[in-house]
């Protein structure tokens, strides 16, 4: 009678869509309690693993599950670290129990910190995009659970980018934390997609597979809107942020600034120097969001993109407007090396510096794009129309 109710609550708890109740993994405990009954239990989680108004470790803890350890990703068990800040092993003060970083001094869970487990219980917030690190921190649970045969449960959740596909294949080349699978920019996958998807294809290394089980998201399709209730991360703070984040986040390898040290970060675009457009902003360090932004006390002059549509898809035409308003390439990227990465291939660039334009770019990807979508089909769980 307890889980009934516990189990209305969550429901009356959850996002709504067209009227109908979305309901995460995390939000259906009578398909996943029992698997975890008399189990010794590892969590990989962060701030956006809610079971309605709870956090999955308090709630399973609450039901008598015997969890063992908590892994966290980058930005940390809280989610208040700054991007690519390494983040430190700790204790939760609340319950004592032992948190192992996965973005720290290893990136995949050694033996030892896996010893006397039975099963890991994977249940964090993605955004759908290939080089938001959740998805590598999940490549890297799959395998260390594969190589110690330990049975790996995730707890699906939406993707707020789940209604199209778009961009570059990586290459194998080019294969780094921001990228580790041959797939698109914009992936249109949930990570329980991506995790049946990574075992199906043999992705991890030397081909092994882990004992996987999904508990998929019910009510939901890839058009569904989702709005993330919780913030994945500390500067994605709202459904704009994370629609704009694809396109924006390739400024990342160059000297302007997307917002990083302002309350609307991933929503403009600016620097220092008023030719660059009529809208101002000065980042700031903020602390929990950006410590250390780029073009710190410096007024940035750009654009304010906090009046887009939801509806905005992956594109370039923002980096390639600004680009070609700098007279000499090295005043604008910053970093060849980062680019490439987060595209996952060279060509991008050199088609950007032969003069390639948006529309030119994009059709070059077609062909990949198709034969993706075509893989991509075999391991969705969700309806899903996409373009």
């Not at 970060?265 to 101002?280: A, R």
Request: glycine share 8%.
């Amino acid at each position: 009678m307890k889980l009934l109710l516990l189990s209305l609550l969550f429901f009356a708890a959850s996002c709504t869509v067209d009227a109908q109740a979305i309901l995460c993994g995390a939000d259906q405990p009578s398909e996943y309690l029992g698997l975890l009954e008399g189990k010794k239990v590892g969590l990989v989680v962060n701030q956006s693993s809610q079971v309605g108004d709870q956090h999955l470790l308090d709630f399973l803890l609450d039901n008598g599950v015997a969890v063992q350890s908590i892994f966290c990703p980058e930005h940390g068990f809280r989610g208040d670290a700054d991007a690519g800040e390494e983040v430190g092993d700790q204790k939760d003060e609340k319950t004592g129990l032992p948190v192992i970083s996965l973005y720290g001094k290893n990136r995949k869970p050694t033996l030892a910190q896996l010893a006397g487990l039975d099963v890991l219980v994977f249940d964090i917030q993605d955004v759908g995009v290939r080089f938001y690190t959740y998805l590598s921190t999940l490549n890297y649970v799959m395998e260390a659970c594969a190589e110690e045969d330990l049975s790996l449960l995730v707890l699906d959740r939406p993707n707020p980018n789940g209604d199209y596909v778009a961009g570059p294949i990586l290459k194998p080349e080019f294969k780094s934390f921001v990228g580790m699978h041959p797939i698109p920019v914009v992936h249109g996958c949930t990570l329980g997609e991506l995790a049946r998807m990574i075992n199906g294809e043999g992705w991890l290394e030397n081909s092994v597979a882990c004992r996987l089980t999904v508990i998929p998201v019910q009510n939901y399709t890839h058009q569904a809107a989702y709005s993330l209730p919780i913030k994945p991360s500390p500067n994605l703070p709202n459904d704009l942020s994370i629609r704009l984040y694809p396109s924006l986040c390739f400024f990342e390898a160059t000297n302007m600034s997307i917002g990083r040290g302002t309350y609307f970060p991933f929503q403009v675009i600016g620097y220092p120097d008023p030719k660059m457009g009529e809208f101002q902003f000065t980042p700031e360090s903020i602390a929990g969001m950006a410590k250390n932004p780029k073009q710190e006390g410096k007024i940035c002059y750009g654009v304010d993109l906090r009046d887009a549509s939801l509806s905005h898809r992956f594109s370039l035409e923002y980096f390639l407007r600004y680009y070609h308003q700098f007279n000499n390439e090295a005043d604008f990227l910053s970093s060849a090396k980062w680019f490439n990465l987060l595209a996952g291939t060279d060509e991008l660039l050199k088609m950007i510096r032969s003069g390639a334009d948006w529309p030119e770019i994009e059709a070059s990807w077609e062909g990949e794009l198709d034969s993706y979508k075509s893989m991509r089909k075999k391991y969705l769980l969700y309806s899903d129309v996409v373009d």
